[in-house]
DNA sequence: GTCTATATACGGATAGAC
DNA sequence: GTCTATCCGTATATAGAC
């Protein structure tokens, strides 16, 4: 699948997205008329990342997010109670649409080399259009509150033991060499998280996001499919 | 090598460290008395990195790091001349540190394929021993100032030539597979990274670093390896 | 060398006009 | 709905006593 093909699937406008999280945080978003929240939300939310992601989110003053959104610091108040409270309805969000899109992608009727393929595929694909939310979603982890920081955990685990069990399903079918399913699942998601973490480093050696997809299918049919290789020491 | 045999080897104690950075910065360290400067930088050292790990160096206030380090605001600031100097004095000493081990462990004497594994071992051994200083490292990266953030990333991709000139040589010396370097020698280092990035969840699996070691190498040698696999299709 | 006390600026957040 | 003006806490950094 090429990237043209993965994004007419998704429909991930930058409007839908802001929709749904208008719809979400209905109670905390004061101002009402949908058309304007969306259109505003797209400002804090661009702006938000482009500075957090040069700078970090801590060292954003609302003053710095006020002038690049075009919104008076007042009027941010109208769309969230607080600055960490801006932090979460990003991360939730993302996360919302990774699920959504790796569950799309990995059909339960695929062979389980076509559903590995499919879901590292998906990954790199979605981590490619949302680029700047994957990287601050990463690197802003450690500076949620509590609660949240549990939900990025578990969230971070979940979509590798997304993996992990569609390599237990290719083993249990004898279509899949018998590597550790934990350890192989762990370092295709380092494979993932390199992509859009370095983004600048591909983007200098002009390494474009199929380019990148083939290299990782390649390497990781070459260590999963079952053939003269030595075997795991575990 | 194990663990235990690789820090023997490379003699880096809490003190060491210390007293090279002293003499490093001996004009910006108003405290003359070597004994009492290594005693304190140590605990300023360490308890940067407890606090700015747990919730980023920038949020660390100098209140924070007053009551962790054991000593009063005026005291830090005969050790450093601003927070920022803090941040650099750290990293220029970690990247030091790992350049000189890389040097000292990839011996040019070794074959292709030893070379790339001292050279994986010894930076896994050394991220373990150090973990808290890269971690700090790369996640504060890019709040450095503008000429340090060169640096840093010069530092990154001078590692990973590392690994691809060694991957060029044993390409030459036809002992591997004709994969591109410059890609394989980005995915170890991706390995490499997840090491010490994601040290909690290895943690909580038990599994150390010599078993860590063991399946990156394995993993390595699967695709390094000439062999009846599929050909790279680029 | 280290401490306490303080100067000074900047941060998040809100009140109230329009 | 949005703006300007302002409150008030906390940040870095320093002065000066001991």
């Known amino acids: 699948m090429t990237l043209a093909e993965f994004k007419s699937m998704v429909s991930l406008s930058k409007n839908e997205i ?32 482009a500075i957090s992601n040069k700078k970090g989110f801590h060292a954003m003053s609302l003053r710095d997010l006020s002038e690049n959104a075009g919104l008076s610091m007042g009027a941010l108040y109208s769309y969230f109670a607080s600055k960490d409270e801006l932090l979460s309805m990003i991360q939730e969000q ?9 569950e799309q992608q990995i059909r339960p009727d695929l062979a389980p080399m076509q559903k590995l393929k499919a879901g590292i595929i998906a990954h790199l694909y979605l981590s490619e259009i949302m680029q700047p939310w994957f990287y601050f979603s990463f690197m802003e982890a450690k500076n949620l509150e509590k609660k949240q920081q549990k939900d990025a955990i578990a969230s971070e685990l979940m979509t590798e033991q997304v993996y992990a069990a569609i390599l237990r399903e290719g083993q249990r079918a004898g279509d899949f060499a018998p590597t550790d399913p934990d350890m ?8 993932l998280q390199e992509w859009y973490v370095k983004r600048w480093k591909y983007r200098s050696r002009q390494i474009d996001v199929e380019q990148y997809a083939g290299f990782v299918l390649n390497w990781v049919e070459a260590f999963v499919r079952p053939a003269n290789r030595p075997v795991e020491t575990k």
Not at 19 to 42: D, M, P, S, W
């Open 18 to 49: 802001c929709r749904e999280i208008f719809l979400e945080n209905a109670q905390t978003i004061k101002v009402k008329k949908e058309e304007r929240v969306i259109h505003n939300l797209g400002r804090i939310f661009d702006a938000t990342l």
């Open 94 to 102: 993302g996360r919302r649409i990774t699920r959504r899109v790796l």
């Open 184 to 191: 192989t699942a762990a370092i295709i998601k380092a494979m």
